[in-house]
């Protein structure tokens, strides 16, 4: 990829009046979207709009086709075996807490552990919390090298046994950037029986998923995170695990048949899709993912491991700035977390806001990492594969100025 993006012309937002110049390094939070995910879902609301699933006339029948290639599409997407293996959610969040009510609840017993790693976002803890409390299970923790940021195969080894009843594991962490080793951590897993849930929210947007290789049984997504809309996401089950548990939620559309006393659920997925469904969003999450294939996710991952090392690189040669976790950007997925010496983060955020330059500062939703490793607020810069090495030297250059700015001189 060119040292000027050629990708920038493809979202509407940075050609807005408002925005030109600015440098959009807070993708880890949210990414843009394309214009083609926008138009896809203004296409639908256009043209296909009407509630799907059981509707008779023709512009039901065509949104529900559009809402169901859409779950095709996102199933190509993860290397799902079928369609039905994909439930569309609000989000990685509502996928996660969809596991821990229908699976952990119903399995869990007194004196069973869930491992998790101390890099987990709280949408992949605090379910598991709410399940050990409710059925008597314990927490796990795995725990990373400080320095590397990297899970080591003997403390997954000696926490990962015959207790194990759910190992709950990021393949990318949104703090350190760091992959963790999912494949073999779900065949140690699977060597005691026990279930892989992984929080694929930042993997997904940069690297080439297959969840059957990689050996997941659940594998959540947010489309915001790869150029889709917000507001929808889909979480990936193996379908005799699907088959197997009850619904999360229960209303409309998740059903066969209601008695006064009862009722019998609809084949899977709609048991676990209750309600009228966000069409449109899963139209657009669609479109996105199609988009970022027709980029290629080798390229953008070679882009991203390329730029996140350049990064690093200008950001080590500069005094008073401290990076966390493993100095090697190209093994971070594009997230650059660091602090500088005598200066809040949200004052790096603020201060570089003033420049057009757009960041997150505080704990990132993972407080018992920052506590881990004895920094509860850091700074981040995430980068995608619209951004560009001009952007990255203006920021950096900018970051070396910040201690003067706010009074130390140097």
């Not at 952990?104 to 869930?114: K, Q, R, T, V």
């Not at 088959?243 to 559309?253: H, I, V």
């Not at 990255?392 to 140097?410: A, D, L, T």
């Amino acid at each position: 990829m060119s040292e000027q993006n050629e990708y920038k012309k493809d979202f509407p937002i940075f050609s807005a009046e408002k925005n030109l110049g600015i440098v959009y390094f807070d993708n880890a939070a949210t990414t843009q979207r394309p214009q083609c995910v926008l138009d896809a879902m203004d296409e639908f609301y256009k043209i296909d709009n009407a509630n799907p699933m059981r509707g008779l006339y023709d512009l039901s029948v065509r949104a529900t086709a559009a809402y169901e290639d859409a779950r095709a599409t996102i199933a190509r997407f993860l290397g799902a075996a079928q369609s039905a293996e994909i439930i569309f959610t609000r989000n990685a969040t509502e996928a996660l807490n969809l596991v821990a009510y229908s699976y952990a609840l119903e399995n869990l017993h007194e004196g069973d552990e869930i491992a998790l790693s101390i890099m987990e976002h709280h949408s992949n803890i605090l379910p598991w919390q709410m399940a050990a409390q409710k059925t008597g299970a314990k927490l796990v923790w795995l725990e990373c090298e400080k320095d590397s940021g990297e899970i080591p195969q003997s403390e997954y080894e000696a926490k990962i046994g015959e207790k194990t009843k759910i190992v709950a594991i990021s393949q990318v962490s949104n703090v350190l950037g760091t992959e963790n080793p999912v494949k073999e951590i779900a065949e140690r897993a699977h060597k005691f029986g026990a279930i892989v849930v992984v929080d694929g929210a930042q993997s997904a947007p940069h690297k080439k998923i297959d969840v059957q290789k990689m050996g997941a049984d659940f594998f959540a997504i947010s489309g915001h995170k790869f150029c889709g809309p917000t507001g929808c996401g889909a979480l990936y089950a193996r379908r005799e695990l699907l088959e197997a548990m009850p619904p999360f939620l229960r209303g409309g559309e998740m059903i066969e048949y209601v008695t006064r006393t009862g009722a019998t659920w609809a084949e899977v997925p709609a048991k676990f899709e209750a309600g009228t469904v966000n069409a449109a969003g899963a139209v657009g999450m669609a479109a996105a993912a199609k988009y970022i294939e027709k980029i290629g996710l080798e390229k953008i991952a070679e882009h991203d491991a390329s730029l996140g090392k350049l990064l690093t690189q200008k950001m080590l040669e500069i005094p008073h700035v401290n990076i966390i976790g493993n100095k090697d950007g190209s093994k971070r997925c594009g997230i650059v977390t660091f602090t500088i010496d005598g200066v809040h983060p949200h004052d790096i955020a603020t201060i570089l806001d003033t420049e057009k330059i757009a960041i997150r500062a505080g704990h990132h939703c993972a407080q018992p990492l920052g506590e881990f490793l004895g920094v509860q607020s850091t700074a981040r810069a995430s980068l995608y594969f619209y951004n560009d090495e001009r952007e990255v030297g203006f920021f950096c250059e900018k970051i070396k100025n910040i201690r003067k700015w706010m009074g130390y001189g140097n």
